[in-house]
């Protein structure tokens, strides 16, 4: 989980690739960066990530079977929602809890 910023969308194949700016990282099993790829396994836009606009992210650290791959991918059923101070609060105060 955590909040990053859309800097940018790119359709590749029969997905979607956003470079994302890392804010504030919450909760994660896996480190990040300042910046990464934040992959979607469609191109409709699905959900609808604005360049530019900040979210808070739940996604999940995807690597293939033969550990060529590695990324960062948004499920469908991932959630991605506006970032606002009251999503904040919320993520903090559910981590003492979790």
């Known amino acids: 989980v955590f909040?990053?910023?859309?800097?940018?969308?790119?359709?590749?194949?029969?997905?979607?690739?956003?470079?994302v700016e890392v804010?504030?990282?919450?909760?994660?099993?896996?480190?990040l960066v300042a910046r990464?790829?934040?992959?979607?396994?469609?191109?409709c836009g699905c959900p609808p990530l604005r360049e530019g606009d900040e979210y808070l992210l739940m996604a999940?650290?995807?690597?293939n079977y033969e550990r060529t791959l590695n990324r960062i991918l948004l499920q469908d059923d991932g959630y991605a929602r506006p970032w606002t101070?009251?999503?904040d609060r919320l993520v903090r105060e559910a981590a003492r809890h979790c």
């Open 60 to 63: 999940r650290r995807h690597v």
């Open 23 to 31: 804010k504030t990282p919450y909760r994660h099993r896996f480190p």
């Open 3 to 19: 909040r990053g910023r859309i800097l940018a969308r790119r359709l590749v194949g029969q997905e979607t690739r956003y470079e």
């Open 36 to 43: 990464e790829y934040l992959w979607v396994a469609n191109t």
């Open 85 to 87: 101070p009251r999503e």
